[in-house]
């Protein structure tokens, strides 16, 4: 993700992958009510008000969000925790929730997948991944993503 990646509040109802990823860095101020400052915003007066973004103001990307996180339990939390603005590597996630590194990545990606897309899955994460999420993480790889950052 570039630093100077920014995505309005009409662009992200899409929930792609790079869109969640922003969204969770940014979380903290779209919580608030506030929107991160864009590439035409003024430096001087920062984070725009929701309110005054249109049409888009009706809906709610942080409680979108949170809900999908919920939706995942203990492994949407990780990857809220991993692309949060706090840092956190995989090593600091292993630690937290007491599991070794290499499924830290596997559950990070996997809630970041179920939770991507313009709707919610009609089926519960469990059913999801008794279905065959691996597929989608193939094809996702395939398509030349790192998978995590």
């Known amino acids: 993700m570039s630093e100077e990646e920014w995505y309005s509040i009409g662009e992200v109802w899409r929930f792609t992958v790079a ?16 929107w991160p400052p864009g590439p035409a915003d003024d430096i001087k007066t920062g ?49 937290k929730y007491d599991c070794p590194p290499w499924l830290v990545e596997k559950h990070v990606l996997r809630a970041l997948l179920y939770m991507r897309g313009r709707n919610r899955k009609e089926i519960s994460y469990a059913e999801w991944i008794k279905r065959g999420w691996k597929n989608q993480a193939v094809s996702y790889k395939r398509g030349g993503k790192d998978g995590l950052r």
Not at 19 to 34: A, H, M, T, Y
Request: glycine share 6%; hydrophobic share 30%; with cysteine.
């Open 47 to 95: 984070h725009k008000n929701i309110n005054m973004e249109g049409p888009s103001k009706k809906y709610d990307v942080s409680a979108e969000v949170k809900s999908r996180v919920e939706m995942t339990g203990r492994d949407g939390f990780m990857c809220q925790d991993y692309y949060s603005d706090q840092n956190f590597t995989i090593r600091d996630l292993s630690k």
């Open 19 to 34: 869109q969640l990823k922003w969204v969770f860095r940014w979380l903290p101020v779209i919580s608030e009510g506030r």
